[in-house]
């Protein structure tokens, strides 16, 4: 008998879940066409956390040139010049090849690619224009996008999408929310020169996160020049020229060069189709889904930023691994969600993983809390005002480390090992009996001794 579908697999989306999905199952023999409307990569690579990192470390330069200054470098007066175009035109080359790499990729699998934007016009077709393509599973993996308040003059807000191609830097910029994005592009823009001003709803930055991270990176980020407005959100944006009147909700005004919404972000779900097929959502909008990855229509799965799960890409690619092989491999794997270590790219930058203490303190009952803030040794001749802060968070019963956070230089560097102590299982005892590198700031994780609370 003939087989009735022209692909085992549909991937719609070419993201990091969408490509390793493909790729993976490919790889496993399965026929398989992933389509894509906009970029190879997906927010990650084009719009996210690439080139975000390659804006951090620019943003960077200049106060590791102030710092200079105490180890015997100096830079003329006059004489430092930054040219925004040079960036991103840089930034942008790096992404192009990183999309021919995706490309490539792609095609060294036997993938087929499919440029366009999909409809899922059946529980097992697809339709690209006006061509239909028949498949045994689909897999949704389209991603998110941003989402901008309705607030009156919304048209004049930008988002991170935008950030990426600003054709010129402003003097002054409004950024407006307090998560991950806000807190990363207040102080990319911050670090470049921009005057900033940090307008969020909540009295704290960064939901999610522990208290104390909270409160410490938002005193450190002041002492660079962010202005943080906590407890205000906005009203309306107005523009004259190439300036912005940004109204909150108290009445007060700001003028600004430019507002940036970092609002959060939602499934991007419109015009695919899905509501014709009774697909189940999440009651945020979200893609309902079982532990494999399966939606109430069974032939269709979905998975990465679609399906309400940590908008990060390594959860994206995990999930598309566990997928593969479910469906086209030899396993029944479910995927885990405890201790996924996270940074934020904020700056100072955030590195955590595990419990904050108020989850350890409701799972656990009886936690003891390791707390230390210190100067970084390289500050210590450079004469910056700057701390950095190292939290451990113990089960007292069995001694077992279940929360980790750090707020400093490289947080994120040193988070991913203690992730894998912590996946492991490890006790404050083996932290304690662990050899520490000397000098660096990551021994003080392995010589905290003193109970700060319990
Ligand atoms: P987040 O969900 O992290 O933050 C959204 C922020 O906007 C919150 O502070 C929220 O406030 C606020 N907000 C939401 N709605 C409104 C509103 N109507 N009016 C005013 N404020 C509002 O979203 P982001 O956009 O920052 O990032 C999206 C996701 O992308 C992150 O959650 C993260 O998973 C991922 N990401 C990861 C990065 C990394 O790994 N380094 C970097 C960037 C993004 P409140 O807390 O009060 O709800």
Redesign the pocket.
Known sequence: MSDPFQYDLIVIGAGSGGVRLARTAAARGARVAIVESRYLGGTCVNV??VP?KLFVYASHVREELEDAGGYGFSVPDGALCFDWGTLVANKDREIERLNGIYGRLLDNAGVTLINGTARVTGPQQVTVGDQHYSAERIAVAVGGW?VI?DVSGSEHVLTSNDMFYLKQLPASAVV???????V?FASILAGLGVNVRLI???DRLL?GFDDDVRDFVADEMRKKGVEISLGH?IQAVTRTGDLYTVTLENGESEEAGMLMA????KPLLAGLGLDALDLTLNEDGSVKVNDQFQTSVPSIYALGDVIGT???TPIAIAQAMVLSRNLFGDGKGVMHYDNIP????CQPSIGTVGLTEAQARERHGAIRIYRTEFKPMKHTLSGRDERILMKLIVDDASDRVVGAHMVGPEAGEMMQGIAVAMKAGATKADFDDTVGIHPTSAEEFVTLRELHSR
């Open positions: 996210g956390c975000k941003p308040p407006w929310g307090g998560g991950y994005i806000a990363e969020h709803r909540g939901r959100n970092a609002t959060g972000r940590p908008q990060l996270t940074a934020v790219f």
